[in-house]
């Protein structure tokens, strides 16, 4: 979830948020001026450009817990854990396998198992989702259009400018279905179909956290099993990577290799209906609702090592899979030369190939993957996002395309064994 909008921020106050300073549960942020952060992992002396704009980067939003990975043409060759959080009473280190909440970095996970899927053969990209789940038209003909392209390229209909983003308003959707806190799935689904879309589906890009909630509903049903073991075992687990799951919502289920999250704002909890106040990453949002849109836990190199997936033909994707998650979509490319493909943003790059990247934002969460020129990779994975006065966290873009421009020589030492 990108940044929050002021409309979208107002939205969220009327719904029950609050903007009263509270830290969350788990881990607090570093105080400015303070020592630097403990570190864990490997860094080549090739690459300290990289470590050192991280660790300006930390210190500058006042974050306790962040990670870093580099890649370059399949190997990985930077792993960092920053700082520590609480579990259990006891302090530990922020390793480079300790566990994040990706956010919208999971998105490319989610349209990946949808492409292999129509890979196998159990469904084509071009059904409508009303075939697919059953879900009626009568509020909106048009939905009947939404195809799984569209899904995934955010051209559904919905805008959440326009109305509102239904995996962030649980307190209007279950005022409106008087339905008891919390809700779920089915609960968002027939808030949704009942109304009517926000524009033309197919006419225009407008970026969709529901329209992932479908496919994840989608991917279960066809496959005939749950969301997240199809995406385990038919995804990750062929990409090599076992340690990713997804997350919860209240912070006494923190897994004890995820790092604690912190937000100023609380809110009130959609976690039941008892209308306390909680600290927004934990109770002021529901994990379980997010899980194809943004609800994956994982690592810096577990990203970078899923990006891999992308560069060739292999055990997840074909090559006709690949060229569907970076094709164009029917409103081709946009203003500035991107567009969204299969869960990945994407812009051909001067080398003659295509820069792809996400990022993924929710309160508590920040997270940057990009797949660039010259085979290059890199994910940061920080426990809070840009909120207040805090500078940009989006420009952890650039501050890496600038470290990266400042290696001169490669590194050729593969870490991936030593965390795989």
Not at 143 to 166: E, I, Y
Not at 205 to 221: D, Q
Not at 283 to 311: H, I
Not at 374 to 386: D, E, I, K, T
């Amino acid at each position: 979830m990108p940044f929050v909008t002021m409309l979208s921020r107002r939205r969220l106050i009327q719904s029950g948020a609050l903007t009263v300073p509270a830290l969350a549960l788990g881990s607090g942020p570093a105080q400015a001026g303070t020592a630097a952060p403990p570190t864990t992992g490997v860094v080549p002396k090739q690459l300290a450009g990289f470590d050192t704009a991280m660790k300006k980067f930390i210190a500058e939003r006042d974050i306790s817990c962040a990670q870093l990975a580099v890649a370059k043409n399949g190997k990985i060759l930077l792993a960092r854990g920053y700082g520590n959080y609480t579990y259990s009473g006891s302090l530990r280190l922020v390793q480079p396998t300790s566990l994040f909440r990706i956010a919208s970095l999971s998105k490319s996970i989610t349209a990946a198992a949808i492409a292999r899927l129509a890979q196998d053969g159990k469904l084509t990209l071009g059904t409508p989702v009303t075939q697919l789940l059953g879900l009626s038209a009568t509020a909106d003909p048009r939905l009947a259009d939404v195809t799984l392209w569209r899904l995934m390229q955010h051209t559904g209909g919905w805008d959440r400018d326009a109305s509102l983003d239904q995996l962030w308003a649980d307190h209007t959707i279950s005022a409106a279905l008087d339905a008891p806190l919390p809700i779920g799935h089915a609960d968002i689904m027939r808030y949704a179909t009942a109304r009517k879309l926000d524009f033309t589906p197919g006419s225009r890009y407008a970026y969709s956290n529901y329209g992932y909630l479908l496919l994840g509903r989608i991917i279960a049903k066809v496959s005939g099993m749950s969301y997240e073991s199809y995406v385990k075992q038919r995804i990750l687990a062929p990409a090599g990577i076992t340690r990713m799951l997804l997350g919860r919502s209240a912070a006494e289920q923190a897994f004890a290799a995820e790092v604690g999250y912190v937000s100023q704002y609380t809110r009130k909890s959609v976690l039941d209906d008892d209308g306390a106040t909680v600290p927004y990453p934990y109770g002021g949002f529901n994990m379980a609702n997010q899980d194809a849109n943004g609800g994956w836990l994982g690592s810096a190199v577990d990203l970078v090592k899923w990006g891999f997936a992308f560069d060739k033909a292999g055990p997840v994707l074909n090559a006709t899979s690949i060229g569907r998650v970076f094709a164009k979509p029917e409103i081709g490319v946009g203003s500035g030369g991107s567009w969204y493909g299969l869960g990945w943003n994407v812009r051909a790059n001067n080398a003659g190939g295509l820069n792809t990247w996400h990022t993924g934002s929710m309160p508590g969460t920040f997270g940057f993957l990009a797949r660039i020129q010259h085979g290059v990779s890199y994910c940061a994975l920080f426990n809070r996002r840009q909120e207040g006065d805090a500078p940009s966290f989006g420009s952890i873009d650039p501050i890496l395309g600038t470290a990266t421009n400042g290696v001169s020589s490669w590194p050729t030492t593969d870490l991936t064994s030593r965390y795989f």
